[in-house]
């Protein structure tokens, strides 16, 4: 059986050029002939190393503009020949075709020629043609031939070769095909996304190609009998926890990442306003406020729930101060995110070794277009990201009595955290905080008591006169099916409502609403999390 093979001829064609021209040097030494195409070619020669172009293998010149010169019986037959079959052997003999033992390829800049927002014909000229064929003819023939398509393995290739004499393993070839697959399949999804997405204007193309690269390895999943991975996307993608500096802290677990999603999610929702702070829970926000200083917001976040915020995620929509760090220590935190972080607050997490302290750069946009993707049992449940928004002047009023200009505020303020809570949910909100939320109950009544009993704990804690649910608004992700839900907000003192409306019952609530003295506002938009 084919183990080891030895390297006598390398064939090597790369747009990315770093490490170039160390890996020629060393082939080069080993006594291995090097072919190469245009730029890498020049690149190589320019270093002081002997280099047959591929023209001279081929006995035909690079045309139409570097789109021919790979694509060639010379080429290929050079590396899907099965070595040890009389056959191949003898047509390799008959027609001329030398053996090629090692391909090192990485293929046209696609992505960042998108990134950088080419012209379309641009673009086209970047979808790479010769590269994958020689990609995929090598690793499809890994028994004979060695695969390189990451310049990140250059220096495990150069290893490879001098523990084995100038020869490759069967088992390094494996791995190394493998990897070329691997990249020759995101580097089409990503082709195939553009054309479907951007070019092509499709919403659910008839073919939904996804990828990630460079896994990180989690300890576990949601539970420790669960392997755990993060892959980050191949090509134009948001920013996100998943590109986060990590600056002090133990490594993110699964929970960590999804938790620090939600926070971040819901804080990029106050991108650029004045100072906001989130705190989650179990990918539920647990505490939100607004205020003049960050700090001033901490306390208000942290006083509607502050025992579901022990062991929380905190996210802050601007530079995390030192005064609102040294608060924030004073309660058990698993992870910290924001845009940037001074020195102070540096310096006072720095007495938490554990606490994962991340910086994101710019909030993402909270109505950027994307696709939300969720595996079920034999497929994909694929929608666009939720990314309706209401605004004051889209509201309709439906009680005798409309709110008033502060209401009004705060029905916005606890509609925009009552589509980051899981359904069923409700959220009161008072002067720019959350007074109180209840989250992912089977029914809305008891969502709305639930938060309502945190307000009441909230209110005994901290020795106010009354829970901060009286005079509130409060928030419905989705229409109240009947009156009691309503009644239950009455009985924690709410004085506003902004929910969906649409229910065959809508009638029989606003008149609950208008008995009780509300003021309740349609918006004609539901935001379900499931």
């Known amino acids: 059986m084919v183990s080891d093979v030895t390297i006598r001829r390398a064939l090597l064609s790369v747009s990315d050029k770093d490490g170039l021209v160390d890996l020629g040097t060393r082939l080069a030494q080993g006594g291995v002939e090097l072919v190469s195409?245009?730029?890498?070619?020049?690149?190589?020669?320019?270093?002081?190393?002997?280099?047959?172009?591929?023209s001279d293998l081929t006995g035909f010149p690079e045309m139409m503009d570097g789109r021919v010169k790979t694509l060639h019986?010379?080429?290929?037959?050079?590396?899907?020949?099965?070595?040890?079959?009389?056959?191949?052997?003898?047509?390799?003999?008959?027609?001329?075709?030398?053996a090629i033992d090692l391909v090192v390829v990485n293929l046209y800049p696609f992505e960042a020629t998108v990134a950088r927002g080419a012209g379309r014909d641009d673009i086209i000229e970047n979808i790479d043609i010769g590269g994958p064929s020689m990609v995929r003819s090598a690793a499809k023939n890994h028994r004979d031939v060695t695969i390189v398509t990451d310049p990140a393995d250059y220096a495990g290739l150069i290893e490879e070769l001098a523990a084995n004499d100038g020869a490759t393993s069967l088992a390094f070839r494996r791995r190394m095909a493998a990897k070329a697959f691997a990249a020759t399949a995101a580097y089409d999804s990503m082709i195939s996304q553009w054309f479907a997405f951007a070019d092509q204007g499709e919403a659910f193309p008839g073919?939904?190609?996804?990828?990630?690269r460079a896994p990180?390895?989690?300890?576990y999943g949601e539970n420790p009998h669960q392997e755990a991975a993060l892959y980050t996307p191949v090509g134009p993608h948001a920013r996100g926890i998943a590109q986060a500096e990590q600056l002090q802290g133990k490594?993110?677990?699964?929970?960590?990442?999804?938790?620090?999603?939600a926070a971040l999610e819901l804080c990029a929702e106050f991108r650029g306003q004045d100072p906001a702070v989130v705190i989650v829970k179990h990918a539920n926000p647990c505490g939100v406020a607004q205020r003049a200083s960050l700090r001033?917001?901490?306390?208000?976040?942290?006083?509607?729930?502050?025992?579901?915020?022990?062991?929380?995620?905190?996210c802050v929509n601007t530079e995390l101060d030192g005064a609102?760090?040294?608060?924030?220590?004073?309660?058990?935190?698993e992870?910290?995110?924001?845009?940037?972080?001074?020195?102070?607050?540096?310096?006072?997490?720095?007495?938490?070794?554990?606490?994962?302290?991340?910086?994101?750069?710019?909030?993402p946009d909270p109505r950027r277009d994307g696709l939300a993707v969720k595996p079920i049992t034999g497929g994909l449940l694929v929608q666009g990201r939720d990314k309706g928004a209401i605004a004051a002047e889209d509201l309709k009023v439906v009680t005798e009595r409309a709110p008033t200009e502060q209401e009004l505020k705060d029905c916005l303020f606890a509609w925009t955290v009552a589509r980051h809570v899981k359904s069923n949910a409700i959220v009161y909100a008072r002067d720019g905080a959350t007074a109180g939320i209840g989250a992912g109950q089977m029914n809305r009544r008891d969502s709305s008591r639930i938060a309502a009993m945190k307000a009441a704990e909230a209110a005994e804690k901290y020795g106010w006169e009354a829970p901060r649910t009286v005079g509130s608004a409060v928030a419905s992700d989705a229409f109240f099916p009947f009156a009691d839900g309503l009644l239950a907000a009455v009985e924690a003192g709410a004085s506003a409502v902004i929910q969906p409306g649409g229910s065959i019952r809508d009638e029989e609530v606003i008149a609950a609403a208008n008995e009780a003295g509300l003021a309740m506002v349609f918006t004609g938009m539901r935001h379900f999390r499931h």
């Open 296 to 314: 001033e917001a901490w306390d208000a976040a942290l006083a509607c729930d502050s025992v579901s915020a022990f062991g929380g995620i905190v």
């Open 216 to 219: 990180t390895m989690l300890r």
């Open 207 to 212: 073919f939904l190609a996804l990828n990630g």
């Open 73 to 98: 019986p010379m080429v290929h037959g050079g590396l899907l020949a099965v070595r040890d079959n009389p056959d191949h052997a003898a047509a390799m003999e008959a027609h001329g075709i030398g």
């Open 335 to 363: 992870v910290v995110i924001a845009p940037s972080v001074s020195e102070a607050a540096r310096e006072a997490f720095a007495r938490k070794k554990n606490l994962r302290l991340l910086v994101t750069g710019e909030l």
């Open 324 to 333: 609102t760090a040294e608060a924030i220590c004073e309660i058990f935190t």
């Open 251 to 261: 490594e993110l677990s699964y929970n960590n990442y999804n938790d620090a999603d």
């Open 37 to 54: 195409t245009g730029g890498t070619a020049r690149a190589l020669r320019e270093a002081g190393l002997d280099v047959r172009d591929v």
